[in-house]
């Protein structure tokens, strides 16, 4: 049985997330639906991350396993066809080694959440990225962000419906720099706890506007209280960006 390894992009403004669930639209749902039109099978698309609802991607990864052997070309261009009007694109298709797992086999998964920080509101790029009607300090942010680099307990950064087993948490990188009037806030860890990313870029907006100090976030991360964190940063501004795999 072939195992088709997808990358997936989309808009996740009308789901209620990645993961297929009863109260709203889902992305893996659409995925599956899709595949049921090219196959006449049911079958479970497992992704890499389970973004929120509101949530968008640019590089998520997916898998599934099928009876029919198609090539990896005619999976993505049927897939793409039979996905519309749903606003979610197979950039690409292969044939993935059996034991290839799109959650399990990753090495780090790397997020990008977009501050468009100016007074007037977004037409363009509304709902994709947060507004802030201030100008905030980029240098400061991203000077704060360090506190968080490392080996943590996030559970001051982590939703009371985290059902990860450990708030301990490895963060590989945080950044922030600027772009233009956006500010882009990089994230790459191994793996995340559920609203980890947008609890942290909520704190480092507060560090943006001067009501946070660096110390300031190092305490809230010392407290492992999830009242000490900041308020959490909307879902529009965040998107799944990329997911790193051992090599071939």
């Excluded at 990008?112 to 100016?118: A, D, F, G, K, M």
């Excluded at 009371?160 to 772009?179: G, H, M, W």
Aim: proline share 6%; glycine share 6%.
């Amino acid at each position: 049985m072939p195992r088709y390894r997808l990358t997936v992009e989309y808009d996740g403004s009308p789901f209620a997330g990645w993961q297929r669930q009863e109260n709203g639209p889902s992305v893996q749902g659409a995925l599956e639906d899709a595949i049921f039109k090219l196959s006449a099978a049911r079958v479970t698309v497992t992704g890499a991350g389970r973004t929120d609802s509101g949530v968008h991607a640019r590089g998520q990864v997916a898998h599934f396993d099928v009876e029919k052997d198609y090539p990896a070309d005619t999976v993505r261009d049927a897939l793409n066809a039979h996905l519309r009007p749903h606003p979610i694109s197979i950039v690409e298709s292969a044939i993935a080694a059996p034991d290839f797992h799109a959650r399990f086999s990753a090495l780090a998964r790397s997020y990008e959440y977009r501050i468009l920080s100016r007074r007037a509101p977004p037409a363009l790029e509304r709902g994709r990225v947060w507004h802030v009607a201030r100008e905030l300090d980029v240098e400061a942010m991203h000077a704060a962000a360090q506190v968080l680099v490392g080996k943590h307990d996030f559970t001051t950064f982590r939703s009371i419906q985290c059902q990860a087993n450990s708030p301990d948490k490895t963060l590989d990188r945080l950044d922030v720099r600027a772009e233009g009037e956006e500010l882009v806030i990089y994230a790459r860890a191994r793996s995340f706890l559920h609203n980890q990313v947008r609890s942290m870029v909520g704190s480092l907006r507060l560090v943006g506007e001067g009501k946070w100090k660096s110390r300031d976030l190092s305490a809230a991360l010392a407290a492992r209280d999830r009242a000490a964190c900041g308020p959490v940063a909307p879902p529009n501004g965040l998107s799944l960006v990329r997911v790193d795999y051992p090599a071939v």
